[in-house]
């Protein structure tokens, strides 16, 4: 099995001369000087797709690209029945391996990953985690209502829930005017943005750090969903005492209703590696870890971008619109938006092309 | 094509060493990056991490300046415009470093980092299959448990300030961190959740063909006496693979110094005297020889490991 003569296709050869064929005194030498010409085609492209994916190559290398590849390793399985000579060995072997990675790993671009996420990969993924979902959901509702009753027994808890930063006029025994001021909104969008950005990215941080827990068996996810709902309860429950109840819901619905959904789903993703870890089912521990880790990705992955818009919404409109109709309908809209398209849209399934 | 050869029953093979079957059922040993090499990655992309945050701090600043001087002359509002401006790209500029770096890099086609790629590393899948964008999120998406809240944890603990919670908290994140230590494959915790593992990407040379110059040839013979080193079949058959390979790197390497000896204790063992001035002409025609016969042998099913078999 003489390999194709592909080197004359080209006409630049950055490789130099072999010594001539018939100097050699050993036949795996003869054997490999026959073929060495293919192997460093081979490398040469390798090295220049590492460098700068597919812009760098020619149609007719990258047409080349399999039969130089099924060249090397067709010479590597019969070179480990027939020569001694290990730097060729090695040589073969890593050259296999590299070329390996670009012949069978052909990545998607980012854009066409993106599009596939946006078209049905991330809303597919939410589906898929459904269960984790209703528990998280659960989780976080309790939390709420542990929160509330917690503040409504013993006021102190207040102080324990609730960090510093928040607890700046919105403290227990607060007039309603010094409540309804907290609620109310700023004359212009000055330094708004500023917010947001940091919104934003402590948010994204947040969800982030709930998914990762997840990796304990999700028990921490949870915890943490509790802990931050619970705020929340103490909040309503100061609010609802001051016959605040249906402006702090307005208030609070603008970007909550992005922002506790993506809380969800991070905790969700989180709690699915975990469940997955705990209850591996017919796969393995690592095979279930890593399918699930995947799909939580993509997840989280979209729970950035929802943090992106929440943290806009909270900026924004919530500190500019003040009307409890307007806060309603646009935090309303909102939830529909985002109940539609992870449940209602579903495309079929676009084929990876591999 | 010949059928795979298979190289896990073999004893002398490195005990870091993982296979993968391509689909023409090739097996490609992959050597597991070292704990040692990931460490030193990870130190430099901390390097690279903090020299990209420190320009892009002095340059915010130099900009800065710049706006406050071009606008304070005009209006107040224009210059905290241009400020504000500048603070949210610095803010989401630190969450994309944070987050966005490890996985730029390493959805690249060589799907390394910096760090990675100038220790000779790279991140695969476990399962041969391609490495996809989801697993490098996955994988990436971890570094806050394994990496930054350790350390947060770690540094704050001892000043008591959190008191047995700080305490309970770095141990309980010192798992993380600790995890590559606690498995055969080195896994991080991203790894496990993402299906991947670290591998070397090793970039070998392709070295010189041994029988082609030099006594080794086909015609060759020595250069400084012009002998003709030949060996008989009792000769050859003293040594086998492992020595066979043992030779090639030492004349290889291309000290001379070292060959002596060498060429002492072949002589000795095929009971030739040892003469002197002419070891590597020896050695080369000794190699070629037994090569040859190792390889023969080879073609009709018959092994011989080392001179022990």
Same mark, same amino acid.
């Given at each position: 099995?003489?390999?194709?003569?592909?080197?004359?296709?080209?006409?630049?050869?950055?490789?130099?001369?072999?010594?001539?064929?018939?100097?050699?005194?050993?036949?795996?030498?003869?054997?490999?000087?026959?073929?060495?010409?293919?192997?460093?085609?081979?490398?040469? /492209?390798?090295?220049?797709?590492?460098?700068?994916?597919?812009?760098? /190559?020619?149609?007719?290398?990258?047409?080349?690209?399999?039969?130089?590849?099924?060249?090397?390793?067709?010479?590597?399985?019969?070179?480990?029945?027939?020569?001694?000579?290990?730097?060729?060995?090695?040589?073969? @072997?890593?050259?296999?391996?590299?070329?390996?990675?670009?012949?069978?790993?052909?990545?998607?671009?980012?854009?066409?990953?993106?599009?596939?996420?946006?078209?049905?990969?991330?809303?597919?993924?939410?589906?898929?985690?459904? &269960?984790?979902?209703?528990?998280?959901?659960?989780?976080?509702?309790?939390?709420?209502?542990?929160?509330?009753? &917690?503040?409504?027994?013993?006021?102190?808890?207040?102080?324990?829930?609730?960090?510093?930063?928040?607890?700046?006029?919105?403290?227990?025994?607060?007039?309603?005017?010094?409540?309804?001021?907290?609620?109310?909104?700023?004359?212009?969008?000055?330094?708004?943005?500023?917010?947001?950005?940091?919104?934003?990215?402590?948010?994204?941080?947040?969800?982030?750090?709930?998914?990762? *827990?997840?990796?304990?068996?999700?028990?921490?996810?949870?915890?943490?969903?509790?802990?931050?709902?619970?705020?929340?309860?103490?909040?309503?429950?100061?609010?609802?005492?001051?016959? *605040?109840?249906?402006?702090?819901?307005?208030?609070?619905?603008?970007?909550?209703?992005?922002?506790?959904?993506?809380?969800?789903?991070?905790?969700?993703?989180?709690?699915?590696?975990?469940?997955?870890?705990?209850?591996?089912?017919?796969?393995?521990?690592?095979?279930?870890?890593?399918?699930?880790?995947?799909?939580?990705?993509?997840?989280?992955?979209?729970?950035?971008?929802?943090?992106?818009?929440?943290?806009? &919404?909270?900026?924004?409109?919530?500190?500019?619109?003040?009307?409890? @109709?307007?806060?309603?309908?646009?935090?309303?809209?909102?939830?529909?938006?985002?109940?539609?398209?992870?449940?209602?849209?579903?495309?079929?399934?676009?084929?990876?092309?591999? | 094509?010949?059928?795979?050869?298979?190289?896990?029953? =073999?004893?002398?093979?490195?005990?870091?060493?993982?296979?993968?079957?391509?689909?023409?059922?090739? #097996?490609?040993?992959?050597?597991?990056?070292?704990?040692?090499?990931?460490?030193?990655?990870?130190?430099?992309?901390?390097?690279?991490?903090?020299?990209?945050?420190?320009?892009?701090?002095?340059?915010?600043?130099?900009?800065?300046?710049?706006?406050?001087?071009?606008?304070?002359?005009?209006?107040?509002? +224009?210059?905290?415009?241009?400020?504000?401006?500048?603070?949210? =790209?610095?803010?989401?500029?630190?969450?994309?470093?944070?987050?966005?770096?490890?996985?730029?890099?390493?959805?690249?086609?060589?799907?390394?980092?910096?760090?990675?790629?100038?220790?000779?590393?790279?991140?695969?899948?476990?399962?041969?299959?391609? =490495?996809?964008?989801?697993?490098?999120?996955?994988?990436?998406?971890?570094?806050?448990? !394994?990496?930054?809240?350790?350390?947060?944890?770690?540094?704050?603990?001892?000043?008591?300030?959190?008191?047995?919670?700080?305490?309970?908290?770095?141990?309980?994140?010192?798992?993380?961190?600790?995890?590559?230590?606690?498995?055969?494959?080195?896994?991080?915790?991203?790894?496990?959740?993402?299906?991947?593992?670290?591998? #070397?990407?090793?970039?070998?040379?392709?070295? !010189?063909?041994?029988?082609?110059?030099?006594?080794?040839?086909?015609?060759?013979?020595?250069?400084?006496?012009?002998?003709?080193?030949?060996? +008989?079949?009792?000769?050859?058959?003293?040594?086998?693979?492992?020595?066979?390979?043992?030779?090639?790197?030492?004349?290889?390497?291309?000290?001379?110094?070292?060959?002596?000896?060498?060429?002492?204790?072949?002589?000795?063992?095929?009971?030739?005297?040892?003469?002197?001035?002419? !070891?590597?002409?020896?050695? #080369?025609?000794?190699?070629?020889?037994?090569?040859?016969? =190792?390889?023969?042998?080879?073609?009709?099913?018959?092994?011989?490991?080392?001179?022990?078999?």
């Amino acid at each position: 099995m003489k390999a194709p003569v592909l080197s004359s296709w080209f006409g630049k050869s950055a490789v130099a001369a072999p010594p001539d064929i018939e100097s050699a005194a050993l036949r795996s030498d003869r054997f490999r000087l026959e073929r060495e010409g293919d192997w460093q085609q081979l490398e040469d /492209i390798v090295k220049r797709m590492e460098k700068g994916g597919l812009r760098r /190559i020619s149609d007719e290398e990258l047409l080349a690209l399999p039969t130089l590849y099924r060249t090397a390793a067709s010479s590597l399985s019969v070179a480990r029945e027939t020569s001694l000579d290990a730097a060729t060995l090695s040589y073969l @072997e890593a050259l296999v391996q590299r070329a390996w990675f670009q012949v069978y790993g052909p990545r998607k671009g980012f854009f066409a990953w993106f599009k596939e996420f946006i078209l049905g990969g991330w809303s597919r993924a939410v589906r898929e985690i459904w &269960l984790d979902v209703c528990i998280a959901l659960f989780v976080m509702v309790a939390g709420t209502i542990v929160g509330w009753l &917690l503040v409504a027994q013993n006021t102190d808890w207040y102080y324990r829930l609730i960090p510093g930063d928040f607890a700046d006029t919105r403290v227990p025994g607060a007039s309603r005017e010094a409540l309804m001021e907290t609620l109310g909104t700023e004359d212009s969008a000055d330094r708004l943005s500023i917010f947001a950005a940091s919104l934003f990215s402590n948010n994204a941080g947040v969800a982030i750090l709930a998914f990762a *827990l997840g990796f304990a068996f999700g028990i921490p996810s949870l915890l943490l969903l509790v802990h931050n709902m619970a705020l929340l309860g103490a909040m309503m429950w100061l609010f609802v005492g001051a016959d *605040l109840g249906v402006e702090f819901a307005a208030w609070l619905s603008v970007h909550g209703t992005t922002e506790l959904f993506a809380i969800l789903l991070a905790g969700a993703a989180g709690l699915h590696i975990g469940r997955s870890m705990a209850f591996p089912g017919d796969k393995s521990v690592l095979e279930a870890a890593a399918a699930s880790g995947r799909r939580g990705a993509v997840v989280m992955a979209g729970v950035v971008f929802m943090m992106v818009i929440a943290g806009l &919404l909270e900026a924004f409109p919530r500190q500019l619109v003040g009307s409890v @109709e307007g806060r309603f309908t646009i935090g309303g809209a909102f939830l529909v938006f985002w109940l539609t398209y992870f449940f209602l849209y579903r495309p079929a399934r676009v084929e990876d092309g591999l | 094509m010949s059928a795979a050869v298979s190289l896990r029953g =073999l004893t002398n093979r490195p005990k870091q060493e993982r296979y993968l079957v391509t689909p023409e059922g090739i #097996e490609i040993p992959i050597m597991l990056a070292s704990k040692g090499s990931r460490l030193g990655a990870l130190i430099l992309d901390f390097l690279f991490f903090f020299l990209v945050i420190y320009a892009v701090v002095y340059l915010v600043i130099f900009v800065a300046g710049g706006a406050a001087d071009t606008f304070a002359s005009d209006s107040i509002e +224009g210059a905290s415009g241009a400020l504000e401006f500048l603070t949210i =790209l610095f803010i989401l500029f630190l969450f994309f470093m944070r987050y966005g770096y490890f996985m730029a890099m390493e959805l690249g086609p060589r799907s390394a980092t910096w760090g990675k790629r100038i220790v000779g590393i790279r991140v695969a899948a476990r399962d041969g299959g391609r =490495l996809t964008p989801e697993a490098v999120i996955a994988r990436n998406l971890l570094r806050d448990i !394994e990496l930054f809240m350790p350390l947060v944890f770690i540094m704050l603990a001892p000043g008591g300030e959190w008191g047995s919670y700080g305490v309970a908290g770095a141990v309980w994140f010192a798992i993380f961190m600790f995890f590559p230590f606690f498995n055969k494959d080195n896994l991080r915790a991203g790894d496990i959740i993402a299906g991947t593992w670290v591998v #070397e990407a090793p970039r070998t040379k392709l070295a !010189e063909t041994m029988s082609t110059s030099g006594a080794a040839a086909s015609s060759g013979s020595s250069t400084v006496t012009g002998a003709k080193y030949e060996f +008989g079949e009792a000769e050859l058959s003293v040594y086998g693979e492992h020595e066979l390979q043992v030779l090639e790197r030492l004349l290889r390497e291309d000290k001379d110094e070292a060959l002596g000896p060498v060429h002492e204790t072949i002589c000795r063992k095929i009971g030739w005297d040892p003469g002197a001035g002419d !070891e590597r002409a020896f050695l #080369e025609a000794f190699y070629a020889q037994l090569r040859a016969k =190792l390889e023969g042998d080879m073609r009709f099913g018959k092994r011989k490991a080392n001179k022990h078999a």
